[in-house]
């Protein structure tokens, strides 16, 4: 007999995400950021989790390079391979907000869809998505890993913004360029937003 999704039976946990988040003072949420490689997604997730650590709360952070070393290291930069690299870090997201934090991540998510499949994942107001809306002439000028170089000789294929499209958000509830504010003046948006929506106090 082989094992089919029937078999399948949900777990119910006897600590709930609301004892968890309450255990820790803090309401969970994600914080998704998408953008551009070089747009600062990185950068400014690690200066907003650093501020957010010193203030006493509980995240993570999750880096699209660091996931590919471990859980999605099978995958590859095809559009197929792409939607199941967000479809896997939106359910990680979920389960670490479950477990009561607040969990930024950094990934280009090129694809709307796969942006919205994330958002679908969570109840309203716990996803907050992040536009680096960072030019590309800019982000192409930084090149940090010399990544649009190659993909300019053809040397990489199906990198976003040259050979493969980048769908921008159109209701992101935050927007920042890094080619206009600082990464300090980006961590004070974050924060005041946060504060505003009651995710964090001040």
Same mark, same amino acid.
């Given at each position: 007999?082989t094992?089919s999704?029937?078999?399948i039976?949900w777990?119910a946990h006897?600590v709930?995400?609301?004892e968890?988040?309450?255990?820790?003072?803090?309401? @969970?949420c994600?914080?998704?950021?998408?953008g551009?490689s070089g747009?600062?997604?990185?950068?400014?997730?690690?200066?907003l989790d650093?501020?957010l650590?010193?203030r006493?709360?509980h995240t993570?952070?999750l880096d699209?390079d660091?996931?590919?070393?471990?859980l999605?290291?099978?995958?590859r930069?095809?559009?197929k391979?792409? !939607?199941?690299?967000?479809?896997?870090v939106?359910?990680?997201?979920?389960?670490?907000?479950?477990?009561g934090?607040?969990?930024?991540?950094?990934?280009?998510?090129p694809?709307?869809?796969?942006r919205?499949l994330?958002?679908?994942?969570? @109840?309203s107001g716990?996803?907050?998505?992040?536009?680096?809306?960072?030019p590309l002439e800019?982000?192409?000028?930084?090149?940090?890993?010399?990544l649009?170089?190659?993909?300019?000789?053809?040397?990489?294929?199906?990198f976003?913004?040259?050979d493969? @499209?980048?769908?921008? @958000?159109?209701?992101a509830e935050?927007?920042l360029d890094?080619?206009e504010l600082?990464?300090e003046?980006? !961590?004070?948006n974050?924060l005041?937003y946060?504060?505003?929506r009651d995710?964090?106090?001040?």
């Open positions: 007999m094992l999704k029937q078999h039976v777990h006897k709930t995400r609301a968890r988040a309450q255990k820790k003072s803090q309401k @969970p994600l914080l998704w950021f998408t551009l747009s600062g997604k990185s950068t400014v997730a690690n200066a650093v501020a650590f010193e006493g709360y993570f952070l699209g660091n996931v590919r070393h471990g999605n290291r099978d995958l930069f095809s559009d391979d792409r !939607v199941e690299n967000i479809r896997r939106g359910e990680v997201s979920k389960l670490f907000t479950d477990a934090l607040i969990v930024l991540s950094a990934f280009i998510s694809f709307f869809s796969d919205r994330v958002r679908n994942l969570f @109840p716990e996803f907050v998505e992040v536009f680096m809306d960072t800019i982000c192409e000028t930084r090149d940090p890993k010399g649009y170089k190659k993909a300019r000789e053809g040397a990489i294929k199906d976003t913004g040259i493969s @499209p980048y769908e921008r @958000p159109e209701r935050i927007v890094t080619s600082t990464v003046a980006c !961590v004070d974050l005041k946060m504060y505003e995710l964090i106090l001040s």
